[in-house]
């Protein structure tokens, strides 16, 4: 009987490398929650903000997350795809 760690320790991996990509994703967006006003008090009024001309700037990380997860798929695929051949020879 095979042991179940075939696809486990693949799939740790994967699962592993999801969740560090969703938390620095998480990390890297400013968070709103608690930043409600005490009830009673006034809420402040948002002035507008004049329209960003060019929304990609010098130093900017937009897609990051996007491209690592592309750049780990490319490189994932093909050692599973070519995981059984490696398990019959050792």
């Known amino acids: 009987?095979?042991?179940?760690?075939?696809?486990?320790?693949?799939?740790?991996?994967?699962?592993?490398?999801?969740?560090?990509a969703l938390v620095s994703a998480a990390l890297g967006q400013p968070s709103v929650f608690g930043l409600q006003a005490p009830t009673g008090t006034p809420t402040p009024q948002a002035s507008p903000t004049p329209p960003a001309l060019d929304p990609s700037e010098?130093?900017?990380?937009?897609?990051?997350?996007?491209?690592?997860?592309?750049?780990t798929i490319i490189i994932i695929v093909p050692i599973l795809i070519r995981w059984k051949t490696w398990v019959r020879k050792a």
């Open 1 to 20: 009987m095979k042991k179940p760690l075939h696809i486990l320790r693949p799939s740790a991996l994967i699962i592993l490398g999801l969740l560090l």
């Open 58 to 71: 010098i130093g900017s990380t937009n897609g990051l997350v996007f491209v690592g997860i592309l750049i």
